[in-house]
Nanobody, 124 residues
């Protein structure tokens, strides 16, 4: 089992920045690729960004490429999502998730463990 705790969400104006964190405990964190996914009201949960177990490979949804950066610190069992130039359409609950695959995946069904989610609201 892997336990994930998301944090760092909040209310920010358009153009602002937020940094989300996800602290992991349980099984060896470095065995898992990690992802951030989000879910807006009335919409399906969608992939935002993913990072391989070593941190050497990252993937982004086209909608956030160039604005968001995913990173991880395996010594601290933590994955981050730096979000810059935020837009109102980024408003959603953001979830970190872990997959037993060693590479990042865009498929939400591949993720085995989920955080509780953190709300991000971007005002116009």
């Amino acid at each position: 089992q892997v336990q994930l705790v998301d944090s760092g969400g909040g209310l920010v104006q358009a153009g602002g920045s937020l940094r989300l964190s996800c602290a992991a405990s349980g099984r060896t964190f470095s065995n898992y690729a990690m992802g951030w996914l989000r879910q807006a009201p009335g919409k399906e949960r969608e992939f935002v960004a993913g990072i391989s177990w070593s941190g050497g490979m990252t993937y982004y949804a086209d909608s956030v490429k160039g604005r968001f950066t995913i990173s991880r610190d395996n010594a601290k069992n933590t994955v981050y999502l730096q979000m810059n130039s935020l837009k109102p359409e980024d408003t959603a609950v953001y979830y970190c998730a872990a997959t037993g695959l060693h590479i990042a995946t865009r498929n939400r069904d591949d993720y085995d463990y989920w955080g509780q989610g953190t709300q991000v609201t971007v005002s116009s």
